[in-house]
């Protein structure tokens, strides 16, 4: 990966053999989504790990999105009202699919397929209200890994 890649504001976690992008303005539950994903994902059996919280880079690699978390923050997730927690993390995945929260729930679902080029490369987007529950929201993403 190259050492120049920009930083992105947003978590990512591996969920079996692809990764998770979560995207959002800042305290819109990144973080709680993240950690909420990688324990749905346990509880069902599959591997999940932290890759990277608050900070990720992201870089074109063989027609692939590839994610890193940033060095300083390696294996570190702040938790509200309980501090910064650590977890074992991946040093990087393959970047599967986008989720972005938003603050407002869509009035219409999408026709089509919603994608986000990210560093290159078009990754399908699964845009999930803030005001859904964590654990809700972290179905909705396995249910959209299992789709895509």
């Known amino acids: 990966m190259s050492g120049d890649a920009p930083y992105l504001h947003a978590s990512a976690v591996l969920v079996a053999e692809g990764a998770v992008l979560i995207r959002g303005a800042s305290g819109a539950g990144k ?3 993240a950690l909420a994903l990688m324990a ?7 591997f999940s790990r932290l890759i990277g919280d608050d900070r990720v880079a992201v ?8 994610v890193r978390g940033h060095p300083a ?8 009202a309980t501090g910064v927690l650590a977890d074992m993390p991946v040093m990087a995945g393959v970047l599967r699919c986008v ?11 999408e026709t089509e397929a919603p994608a986000a080029c990210v560093a290159g490369v078009d990754l399908p987007v699964l845009t999930i209200w803030t005001g859904c529950a964590p654990q809700e929201a972290a179905r909705r993403v396995l249910a959209f890994l299992n789709w895509v």
Do not use: C, H, T, Y
């Open 40 to 46: 749905e994902a346990r509880r069902r059996g599959l």
């Open 73 to 80: 923050l390696n294996g570190r997730i702040e938790e509200r």
């Open 31 to 33: 973080s709680q989504l």
């Open 99 to 109: 989720v972005d929260l938003s603050e407002a729930p869509p009035r219409l679902p």
């Open 59 to 66: 870089s074109p690699a063989g027609g692939r999105a590839l």
